[in-house]
């Protein structure tokens, strides 16, 4: 039983890891800025799922906060970014 | 791993199976985003990460701390209420953004 979740957890991680990969590489190439602006949101997304994996691999349940930290800062991280985009300045 | 050990087969094998169908939605989704040749399908990709990768492997996670803990977690719901609610927003204002920059 051990053996199954084992491997599982090291393929989703390894996967989660390659998204990520795949993530930043479109960060990278990306032609214009709202195609930079989608890999960085998910980019944030993947950091959750990865951190969620880990927590669940170390057997802590204090990672939840992280990932909730990591939503709340990415959602907000993603509409400034927005709101930059469309105005040129994200405070009014 | 070392609480795995005492976890039940009718526990174990959906957690597993939820844990490699989160990961590989999560990697479909990545490249989805990565191969798409316009901004208006690119954005088709995020959208599979958000629900099916993240809400795989919170359910999992779910189940997994609830049996540890031998009472009813529920602290991923917060992360599932927030993530499903703030998704369609930023995408809603990723689409703004694309189209107000493109007819600029």
Not at chain 1, 14 to 42: F, Y
Not at chain 1, 57 to 83: C, D, P
Not at chain 2, 63 to 78: A, D, M, N, P, T
Request: hydrophobic share 60%; charged share 10%; net charge positive.
């Amino acid at each position: 039983m051990l053996v199954i979740l084992s491997y599982a957890l090291t393929a989703s991680l390894i996967m989660v890891a390659l998204a990520i990969l795949l993530c930043g590489a479109r960060l990278l190439l990306g032609p214009t800025a709202q195609d930079r602006m989608l890999a960085l949101d998910t980019l944030w997304v993947c950091a959750i799922i990865l951190v969620l994996l880990v927590g669940i691999r170390v057997g802590n349940s204090l990672y939840f906060e992280l990932a909730l930290l990591i939503a709340l800062l990415g959602f907000v991280s993603t509409m400034a970014l927005a709101k930059f985009l469309m105005r040129g300045e994200s405070i009014e | 791993m070392m609480q795995a050990e005492q976890l039940p087969l009718w526990l174990g094998i959906p957690v597993a199976i939820l844990l490699l169908f989160g990961g590989l939605f999560t990697l479909i989704g990545a490249l989805g985003l990565y191969r798409s040749p316009d901004f208006y399908q690119r954005i088709h990709g995020p959208a599979v990460v958000v629900t099916l990768g993240l809400g795989c492997v919170l359910i999992a996670s779910m189940g997994l701390f609830s049996y540890w803990q031998s009472r009813l977690v529920v602290h991923e719901l917060l992360i599932t209420l927030f993530a499903f609610m703030s998704a369609p927003v930023s995408a809603m204002l990723m689409m703004r953004v694309a189209v107000y920059r493109r007819k600029k």
